[in-house]
C-alpha cells in the first residue's frame, strides 16, 4: 500500500511487487541474490545486485576460513605499525633479540611508569558469533613496576612482574570486549609506582605478541564461568599451596562438600597449619549490551579461618591486590551477589579465594560452589565507575578488605535518611574497637582534560565527631608516595577531593577510603557501640583546579 498527497486530498492506492522485489516502506526494491544454502564458519553472506557470495569476516582468509588476523608486526620490528602513545616513552627496537633469536623488541622507559607510556594497535576484530575464542600469547619481562596491563577496549588483563626474567609465551582469554570491530590493544605499566616523578624506575621490555585461536576448553564463553558447578569432571578450576611447612593445606575438587551435597571446589587446613593454599578459575563477563547490569554470584561456606576472595589477575598465595571481599567464618552458608565493575564487562578476569595470612590454632576450610554469572538491574548501567550512589543494597560492595572486625564491615544500606541526598543508597564502614583495618575499593575511568581543566574525583564521607581511627581517602595501588586525604571527622557530609592523574585518561585508576591500619595497636580499645564511616556519591570530571599537563 502506499499513501500519495495530492494537495490536502489523500489517495490510498493499492500497488503489488514483483517477486523480484520486497516492500520497503513506501517502495519496491529489487531483491539482493542470497547465498545458498548457506555459508561455512566464520564467514558471512555478502550481496550486491549482481551476486551474493560467502565471504571470510574480518582476521579470516581461505577456505575453509581460517584466522591469519590479529597484529601486524607481531615480533615489534616496525615502528610504523605500532602506536606508542609517547614516542620517547616506548621504543621499537628492529635490530635488538630477547627471548630468543627472533629479531625485534618494544623497550619501555623508566617513564612509562608516571606517564602510562603504551604501545599500541587498533586491530579489526571479527564478531564473536562468527569467530573462534581467543587468547594473547605475549613475552615480556617486567621489573619495578606494579605489573604490565593489557587493555583491549576498556577491558584490562594485568600480567605479573617477572623481576627481570623472560616470562616466554604467557597465554590469557579474551573477552566479548575483544570483538565486532575495530578494537584498541595497549601495553603499559599498571598503576604508578611509589614516587615515580622524583625517582623514576621500572622497566618492560616485549619481545612478541600475538592474537591466537584457544584451545578447546581453554576460554569460557561470555557470560559464563569455567566449571562454576565445581563438578568433579569439569575441570576449570587451578589451585596452589605454599607447601613450606610440615602441616601442608589440601585443596581441589570434591563430592559431597558442595550446596546440596553436591561437589564444591575446596581449601582445607588441618588445626596447627600455618600454610597458605589458594584456588581459583576464570569468569568470562558479557558486555552490558549483551546482558545489561552484569552481576556475580556464588555460594560458600567457612570455618576456622577469614579468607579473601579477589577479582582480578591471580598473583599467588600472599598477595591481596584485586580486592573482592573478606569471607569470615560462619555457622551456616550464604550466597552473595556482586554487582560487576565496568573494567571487567567484556574481560575474562580470574576469580581467586585464599587463606589470608597469619596463624590460626584451629582448622580451616573454605568450600565455594555454583559460582555464576547474572542480570541484576539493581547494579546499574554507569559505565566510569561501579554504582557511583551506592544503590545496589543488598548487594555485597565488590572491593573489601578487612582485618581485625569479627564480622563483615563493609554494607551497602538503603537508608533515605542517613544518605547523602538525593538518593537512598550509602555505603557504611563498621568497626567495633581501634585495631581495625578496613579497605574500600573501586576504579574509574579518568577522562581527558578540557582546556585548562584536569581530571577530577568528588566524593561526600560522614564521619563520628571521634571516629578514634585514622580514616584516609587515596589513589593509586597503595599510599605510599601518593596523595593521602585525611578524612574531616564530625560535621555531618563534606566534600572530599582529589586530582587523578591526567596520563591516565581514557584508562582505569584505583581510589582507596581505608578506615584504620595495617599495623596492629598494642593495647586495642573497644567501643560501647560500633562506630561508622559513611561514604556516598562518587563523581568525576574535569575541573580547573587539577593538572592537565605532567609535571616536570
Known sequence: MR???????????????SDGSNCSGTDCVPKLPECAPGCGAHSTCVSTAEAAECQCVAGYEGDPCAWTGGFADPDLTDPTVWRPASSNEVALLPDASGDGDALGLASFAPSVVCNAGALGQVVQMPPYDLADPFVIEITYRASDVNGVDVYYGRAVKTLPVTHGEWESKRRFCLGEAAYGGPVTFEVLASERFLDCFSAPMGSID????????????????????????????????????DAGGFIVPTEGLEPRVGRDGTSGARLF?????????????????????????????????????????????????????????????SESPDVYTYCLPPWSHGNVTDLSFKFLDGFYADEGELVVDDVELISDPRCGDSTDMLDPSFDAAPNRWPGVFQTGVPYHAVDL??????????????????????????VFQTWVWVPRGEGTSGPRLVFYSNLPAEPSVSVKSFIGRRSVGQPVNELVPGGGWLPNVHCLPPQWAERWFRFTVRVGSPIPTETPTEFDTPKEVLIDDLEVMPHVSCPVETPQ
Open 206 to 241: 616485549v619481545d612478541r605478541i600475538e592474537i591466537l585461536v584457544a584451545e578447546e576448553g581453554e576460554c569460557p564463553k561470555p557470560n559464563s564461568v569455567l566449571n562454576g558447578a565445581a563438578d568433579l569432571d569439569g575441570g576449570g578450576w587451578s589451585f596452589e599451596i
Open 269 to 329: 587446613k588441618a588445626a596447627g597449619s600455618d600454610r597458605l593454599s589458594a584456588m581459583w578459575t576464570q569468569v568470562s563477563v558479557p558486555l552490558p549490551s549483551s546482558v545489561p547490569s552484569p552481576a556475580l554470584r556464588f555460594w560458600w561456606k567457612a570455618k576456622g579461618w577469614p579468607f579473601q576472595a579477589q577479582l582480578g589477575a591471580y598473583t599467588g598465595v600472599f598477595a591481596n591486590f584485586y580486592h573482592l571481599d573478606t569471607l569470615l567464618p
Open 3 to 17: 499513501l500519495v498527497f495530492a494537495g490536502s486530498v489523500a489517495l490510498l492506492l493499492a500497488i503489488g511487487c
Open 413 to 438: 544500606l538503603e537508608d533515605p535518611v542517613r544518605t547523602h541526598r538525593p538518593g537512598s543508597g550509602v555505603l557504611r564502614m563498621s568497626y567495633p574497637d581501634d585495631d581495625i583495618n578496613i
